[in-house]
């Protein structure tokens, strides 16, 4: 399975290289789906923050079933 994560745009103190050239308009302070090293999409604050969410229930949620094998 392969995720795009949301990501904010921060050129100066980005730690993942990311390719933008696939989006129009990309500013500092921006979310967007990083997938595979590029920006795939924008999104706004609400979205991301949802997407973001939903990954870390998931994340919780398959630690949990680890740890009961």
Not at 15 to 37: C, M, Q, S, Y
Not at 61 to 68: A, I, L, M, Q
């Amino acid at each position: 399975m392969c995720l795009g994560i949301p990501a904010k745009v921060d050129y100066l103190g980005t730690r993942v290289k990311t390719n933008f050239a696939l989006l129009e308009d990309v500013k500092p302070e921006d979310w967007v789906i990083v997938h595979a090293g590029f920006a795939i999409s924008k999104l706004n604050e609400q979205e991301a923050k949802e997407t973001l969410e939903l990954i870390k229930e998931y994340m919780e949620f398959s630690e949990n079933k680890r740890e009961k094998r």
